[in-house]
C-alpha cells in the first residue's frame, strides 16, 4: 500500500530565502505525481505535476523533482515571498489500471513566511 | 478556464436535516470526485465518478449519497449526518481516461459542513 511522507510537518523562514520542502513515496510504481498548495479553509490549486519519465517541471519560482528509484520528490521555492505562506501537499497517483484516478496524498508541509 | 465551482460555500445543518452539496465544471472534464478534509489533515477520496457512472466508492456511509446528472454537475446529498461528519468537503475533475492523459485533478473551493 503507498504512503506519501512530507517533511518537514511545519516550516517557518524569512522572507527571500530558498526553500526544499520533501516528499517520499513508498511505491516506486507511481503514474505521477502532483503538487498543491492550499490555503486555510480553502480548496486545492495545483502547482506542477511530474510524469513518472520525468525528472522535473519548473513554473516560475517554483521547480519540482521526481527521483523515482529512490521514491522521492521535492519542491523548490526560490526566493520566497510571505504570500508563499500555506500548506504545500504532495500527492503520488497509482501506476496500475483503475488506480490512476487515486490520489495518495501525504500529510503536508505548513509554511509560515514572515517579512 | 480552469475553473471547478462549488455551492454553497458553507451550510450548517441539523442532523436529522436533508442537504445538497453541488459541484460544477465546464472542462470538459469527464472525471469527477468527491473528497471530505478533516482540520489539519490531507483530502479522503470519497467517491470518484467515470463518464457520469459511480467508479470508486471508498466505503462511505449511505448517509452520503453522490449522484452525476450530467457531465458538468456532480451533487452530494446529506441526510443523518453526524456531527462528526462535519469538515471541508472538496469537488475536483479531471481530464476522461486516454493515452497521454495525466489525470490533473483541479479542485473546486470546497463546502464547509457544520453538522449540530
Known amino acids: 500500500k503507498q504512503e506519501v511522507t512530507q517533511i518537514p510537518a511545519a516550516l517557518s523562514v524569512p522572507e527571500g530565502e530558498n526553500l526544499v520542502l520533501n516528499c517520499s513515496f513508498t511505491?516506486?510504481?507511481?503514474?505521477?505525481l502532483q503538487w498543491f498548495r492550499q490555503d486555510p479553509g480553502k480548496g486545492l490549486t495545483s502547482l506542477l505535476l511530474i510524469q513518472s519519465s520525468q525528472r522535473e517541471q519548473t513554473s516560475g519560482r517554483l521547480n519540482a523533482s521526481l527521483d523515482k528509484s529512490s521514491g522521492r520528490s521535492t519542491l523548490y521555492i526560490a526566493a520566497s515571498q510571505p504570500g508563499d505562506s500555506a500548506t504545500y501537499l504532495c500527492a503520488s497517483r497509482p501506476g496500475f489500471s483503475g488506480g490512476y484516478n487515486k490520489l495518495i496524498f501525504g500529510a503536508g508541509t505548513r509554511l509560515a513566511v514572515h517579512p | 478556464d480552469t475553473e471547478v465551482t462549488q455551492t454553497p460555500k458553507h451550510l450548517v445543518m441539523g442532523m436529522t436535516n436533508k442537504k445538497s452539496l453541488k459541484c460544477e465544471q465546464h472542462?470538459?472534464?469527464?472525471?469527477m470526485y468527491w473528497y471530505k478534509q478533516k482540520a489539519k489533515k490531507p483530502p479522503e477520496l470519497m467517491f470518484v465518478?467515470?463518464?457520469?457512472?459511480?467508479?470508486i466508492n471508498e466505503s462511505v456511509p449511505s448517509r452520503f449519497s453522490p449522484e452525476c446528472p450530467n457531465s458538468s454537475l456532480l451533487n452530494l446529498h446529506l441526510h443523518a449526518l453526524q456531527p462528526e461528519d462535519s469538515a471541508l468537503y472538496l469537488c475536483a475533475s479531471s481530464q476522461p481516461p486516454g493515452q497521454g492523459t495525466s489525470y490533473e485533478q483541479y479542485f473546486g473551493p470546497g463546502t464547509r459542513l457544520t453538522v449540530t
Open positions: 511505491d516506486s510504481a507511481i503514474y505521477n
Open positions: 465518478y467515470s463518464y457520469e457512472k459511480l467508479s
Open positions: 472542462m470538459g472534464h469527464r472525471a
